[in-house]
């Protein structure tokens, strides 16, 4: 029989299927800098660079429950011709239930930023388009790539002195 009260997370903990849950998110930190405004607004000779910079941060919070934060640095221009540079942490807690332990950190360090990042993109393009600029729309971010190069980076971190 069916749980009325759309308890379905439950339903599955007990079955034993694997399940991934947002219990929920939320905007962390944002900072939006316009340095050189009102001069920044107006026409530029030449587009800016624009750099961004993307990381991808985990904490258990229970034995099932873990924070999933993206933290993106973003800015358009360099030193006095800087545009604006944006600061931003978004995160969401996640429920792993039943996921095999081999699989824990790859969901939590890949799927559950995959589910982040679409609300991530909309508030990066908010707040250069609120700052006043063309809204800076993010393309889409390959956790998978992101994970190995963690990975990569970490096991040459860990490698003896001298391989």
Do not use: W
């Not at 939320?26 to 405004?37: I, R």
């Not at 890949?110 to 589910?115: F, H």
């Amino acid at each position: 029989m069916a749980d009325g009260n759309g308890n379905g997370g439950a339903a599955q903990e007990a079955t034993g299927a694997p399940s991934l849950n947002a219990l929920g998110q939320y905007l962390k930190d944002l900072s939006f800098e316009n340095p050189n405004a009102p001069r920044s607004l107006g026409p530029q000779e030449k587009s800016p660079n624009i750099g961004i910079q993307v990381n991808v941060n985990a904490k258990q919070l229970a034995p099932t429950d873990f924070e999933v934060s993206i933290s993106l640095d973003a800015k358009a221009g360099e030193g006095v011709d800087l545009l604006f540079k944006l600061d931003l942490e978004y995160a969401g807690v996640f429920r792993l239930t039943n996921i095999p332990e081999e699989q824990m950190h790859p969901i939590i360090m890949i799927e559950c930023p995959r589910l982040l990042f679409p609300f991530v993109r909309q508030i990066v393009a908010d707040a250069t388009r609120d700052g006043g600029f063309p809204p800076l729309f993010i393309d889409p971010i390959d956790f998978v790539a992101l994970y190995q190069q963690k990975a990569a980076e970490a096991q040459n971190a860990n490698a003896p002195a001298g391989n």
